[in-house]
Nanobody, 121 residues
């Protein structure tokens, strides 16, 4: 069982930055890939990006590439989403997620409760 808790959301002006954190409860955090997703009002949940268990590989959706950066600190059981050059269309609830087992990508089973990010124009 993996419990995930996001933090760091808030209200920011367009062009600003925020850093989201996701703290995981599992002692095997360093063996889990982690993903970030977002869901805007009235829209489906959208993949933002992921990072492998070792942190050496990241992948981003085209909509955030070059503006968002995912990193992790395995000693702190935490994954981060650094968001720069924010746009109003980045407004959404942001979720972190983990797969159902270690050393696996792409199928997410554990989800946090989400944190709201609002970008004003």
């Amino acid at each position: 069982q993996v419990q995930l808790v996001e933090s760091g959301g808030g209200l920011v002006q367009a062009g600003g930055s925020l850093r989201l954190s996701c703290a995981a409860s599992t002692r095997t955090f360093s063996s889990y890939a982690m993903g970030w997703f977002r869901q805007a009002p009235g829209k489906e949940r959208e993949f933002v990006g992921h990072i492998t268990w070792s942190g050496d590989v990241t992948y981003y959706a085209d909509s955030v590439k070059g503006r968002f950066t995912i990193s992790r600190d395995n000693a702190k059981n935490t994954v981060y989403l650094q968001m720069n050059s924010l746009k109003p269309e980045d407004t959404a609830v942001y979720y972190c997620a983990a797969p159902d087992r270690p050393y696996k990508l792409g199928v997410y089973h554990y989800w946090g409760q989400g944190t709201q990010v609002t970008v004003s124009s």
